[in-house]
């Protein structure tokens, strides 16, 4: 059979399929849709994306990506530096972030314990975390982690790891998802809602 | 509020949600997926995707895209240069050599008539269409455009520019696609399926 398809469209069509979420299907039309689309906008993204690893790296403090080493956020003086909000990713760092209302310091795990995945606690920042809590200035630890299996394993590891470091550890409040609705929430959300309740 | 984002990840966010369905959550996971993997991931991608346009164009004869100009398709001895099928987009040319049961030539149209998205016959490779089948070797023109309505109405405005060539011109058949459910079809379909039955 003809070559019908040119090396460089397979090749960018196989770089496009390693991404998470992207099959041979979705990487074909973005291969193609970039190929009918100005030079600049191909050429954009491969910018961005041979300058991504070139100028980014991991805060040695709280593990947020970063191009300056301690980031932005460790190093702001308007921020309360007594408390830290422990998430899994950075992505869930900036979650927090967008909702405008959390002005303190930031701790990024890097996972969540995980058997199955075979990620134990040593494979996560914790000992990082229970060194920064044991300088003795964190008075509060809120735990971020993902409401989930995986999420509430590390949770409650960390809980332990940091009990009487005499610092104040909690967690996000679990109940009703803003906007959800009851019909629609699953048992176990509704089952956290009602033990959660509070009074009036 | 603190700058938790640094710029080189909010660039490649904003270059991957140019993509089409690709919003702006997507391009933030694929970006922080990119930012824990290997260094190579990333910069594989970006070379290829400044690759592509370097080394790419649209083959003067039929309009795919190749590296070689005429396209190694066009310039096949073995294949049928009696036959042509005139297709939408490079896509729609893999999707018919997948098949391994088409040996003839092809056109790409680069889109189909679309009033509703300002695309017009003049838009489309349809001038080139005519001239290359005013040589009068061509004995068939398949029309391959996508069955719906703008791939119908292009079907129709071609058929009309090729008629008193002396070419056959024929369209794919519609029908029921192999593996449906009757039961799932969509009417219009069903209808064609009826309209178009074969005897056994």
């Known amino acids: ?15 496009f399929s390693r991404l ?19 030079d600049e906008l191909a050429l954009r993204l491969s910018e961005a994306l041979r300058v991504l690893k070139e100028q980014t790296r991991f ?20 921020r309360d530096q007594s408390l830290i909000a422990v998430v899994e990713e950075p992505l869930d760092l900036l979650a927090l ?4 209302s959390y002005n303190g310091l930031y701790h990024v795990l890097n996972g969540a314990i995980s058997p199955v995945n075979g990620i134990g606690p040593d494979d996560l920042r914790i000992k990082e975390l229970v060194q ?3 300088d003795g200035k964190i008075l509060e630890v809120i735990i971020a982690t993902n409401p989930g299996q995986e999420g509430d394993a590390t949770a409650m ?8 470091k005499g610092t104040k550890i909690t967690r996000l409040a679990r109940g ?8 629609y929430v699953d048992s176990v959300t509704l089952m956290r ?6 009074e009036l």
């Not at 590891?157 to 009487?164: A, P, W």
């Open 20 to 38: 998470p979420g992207i099959g041979p299907k979705t990487a074909s039309r973005l291969t193609y849709f970039l190929l009918r689309s100005p």
């Open 157 to 164: 590891y960390i809980q332990r790891e940091l009990t009487n």
């Open 132 to 134: 920064r809590v044991g």
């Open 97 to 100: 972030e967008r909702t405008g």
């Open 176 to 183: 009703l998802p803003v906007g959800g609705d009851l019909e």
């Open 193 to 198: 809602a009602l033990q959660g309740r509070g």
């Open 59 to 78: 805060c040695s403090i709280c593990g947020n990506i970063t191009v300056d080493d301690p980031c932005p956020v460790c190093t702001d003086p308007r």
């Open 1 to 15: 059979m003809t070559r019908a398809v040119p090396e460089p469209v397979t090749r960018l069509i196989e770089a």
